[in-house]
């Protein structure tokens, strides 16, 4: 494939070794244990696919790489950036002293911000801004927070929309576009943030059947590309086709992980294969 | 009907509404919005002694008679030395009565907001305070222009209230016209028509902008 060919070029940096290690994150909501220690390993230009039933808590492990969930204990380690202890963090924003708590709040804000400013998300309802034009969607980040110059940031922003079929769309608000584009859009105001990790939700669970191809297309010119990728799905074929590594949750834990082909062909565990079942074979 | 007393009153009617009673709406709703949205803002704070702060003076303000406001700090204040003019005075009473009643308006407004909106902005790399100017105030607006209209035309016909604390606005004028030509029903029901102009005006300026902010949603 030429570089023209090419949606968008991941960030400079080492393009392989381990990105991203997560050891034993745990998780309540309440008293709604929803991670049970999980671990979770991310290689750089690697797709890894969460899949599992609903309340598995693969969306809340998917949230916990960004910021957006704090687990109550676990490590992160993003690769060149500071090792995350939410245990520590926990314990500290949990001191009795106000000093105590407002350094582990400080804390908290850091680990937050660190681990958010190297990835970027798809959400399953898209989330676009639906007060600003699908241009101002896609430059907003860029321009808002990581000072790019205006035209620097609507050049990628159109080479981008371009690549993903849009070009056309740059000035249309969120509301005018299909749902297919909708989330072609949330992709490109991810990718334009430039980040070294991808996380996905869901992205197709919210959309009408025939408008799921286009995005999963987009999604598989990414991971080859060598983006590196997250993704939690209910797209088994894509996963089989796509993920380099398939980790199935089911009650807070991973009980299964491996290649796409083992996994998919000759699940070990007895729950994966019960799982795989329901989905792939739904009035047996 | 005395047609000349009418003719002759209109004018400087419509200049005390044109210079008394339309700034002091004015001025009390641009103060009273930014005070609104700094009370909403307590209200929704995780901090339960600023959440409360924000509750205690929404209670205090919707509580009170906006009678009653104005004369405590026309009457009041100055029997602990502090002595305001009538203007300023009207336009402290009625922004901190404005703030009262819109930062509960501000306050729906924000909350109407997706979740998901607030966590789009943290995922492109903004902080909250950068998210709730970019993301969620916009929208927040177009929901809560009809409620905040509402308030702004109560504010118009409210602040004749300020002719009892001697504010030379409409009102006033029209008290004065009328005890001088003792023609009280000709003159009040001129004022009112005066009033019900201003209030259809921008009621008509509701609609224009409720067109305008509407323009990036599906219909």
Redesign the interface.
């Known amino acids: 494939m030429s570089p023209t060919d090419r949606i968008a070029v991941p960030p400079p940096g080492p393009r392989s070794g381990t990105l991203l290690t997560a050891r034993g994150i745990q998780k309540s909501f309440g008293a709604n244990h929803v991670l049970r220690g999980v671990d979770l390993e991310v290689r750089r230009g690697e797709v890894v696919a969460l899949i599992g039933p609903s309340g598995s808590g693969k969306t809340t492990v998917l949230r916990s790489l960004n910021g957006l969930e704090t687990p109550d204990a676990g490590l992160l380690d993003l690769d060149g950036g500071p090792v995350v202890d939410f245990g520590a963090q926990a314990a500290a924003v949990g001191t009795r002293s106000w000093a105590g708590r407002r350094a582990g709040a400080r804390l908290a804000k850091l680990n937050r911000a660190a681990l958010r400013d190297r990835s970027a998300m798809v959400f399953q309802h898209h989330n676009l801004f639906p007060h600003r034009t699908v241009l101002e969607n896609v430059i907003e980040g860029p321009t808002q927070v990581q000072q790019i110059p205006r035209e620097t940031a609507i050049g990628e922003a159109e080479g981008l929309l371009a690549r993903v079929g849009l070009a056309d769309k740059r000035d249309a608000y969120p509301h005018e576009l299909s749902g297919g584009q909708q989330q072609r859009v949330g992709i490109v105001r991810a990718l334009a943030l430039q980040p070294d990790l991808l996380l996905f939700d869901e992205p197709t669970s919210a959309l009408d059947p025939e408008l799921v191809g286009e995005v999963l297309t987009v999604m598989k010119e990414l991971a080859d590309e060598g983006w590196t990728m997250v993704v939690v799905t209910h797209e088994l074929q894509f996963a089989r086709q796509v993920a380099t590594e398939v980790l199935f949750l089911d009650g807070g834990v991973v009980v299964e992980r491996g290649a796409p082909a083992q996994i998919f062909s000759n699940p070990a565990e007895e729950r994966t294969r019960r799982f795989l079942d329901r989905i792939l074979h739904p009035l047996d | 009907m005395d047609w000349q007393l009418i003719a002759d009153s209109f004018w400087p009617l419509l200049r005390g509404g044109l210079t008394g009673t339309i700034p002091l709406a004015l001025a009390s709703f641009a103060i009273g919005l930014v005070l609104a949205l700094l009370i909403a803002l307590l209200r929704l704070s995780p901090n339960r002694v600023l959440s409360w702060v924000g509750r205690a003076y929404v209670s205090l303000i919707r509580g009170t008679p906006l009678l009653v406001q104005l004369f405590v700090i026309f009457y009041g204040m100055p029997s602990i030395g502090i002595r305001l003019d009538p203007w300023p005075g009207a336009i402290i009473v009625f922004s901190m009565n404005v703030g009262g009643y819109a930062a509960e308006i501000v306050r729906a407004a924000i909350l109407s907001v ?1 979740k ?2 607030w ?2 902005g ?5 902080s909250p305070a ?1 998210s709730l100017r ?2 969620i105030l ?2 927040a607006a ?1 929901v809560s222009v009809p409620p905040l209209s509402n308030t702004f035309i109560s504010l118009v016909k409210d602040t004749s209230l300020a002719s009892l604390v001697l504010v030379t606005e409409m009102f006033r004028k029209a008290e004065e016209i009328a005890t001088f030509s003792s023609e009280f029903m000709t003159i009040y029901m001129e004022a009112a028509l005066i009033y019900w102009m201003f209030c259809t005006v921008l009621s008509a300026g509701q609609d224009a902008l409720e067109k305008r902010l509407d ?4 219909h």
């Open positions: 997706p998901g909106q966590e789009a943290w995922t492109v790399g903004m950068r970019r993301i916009p929208q177009r323009r990036y949603v599906a």
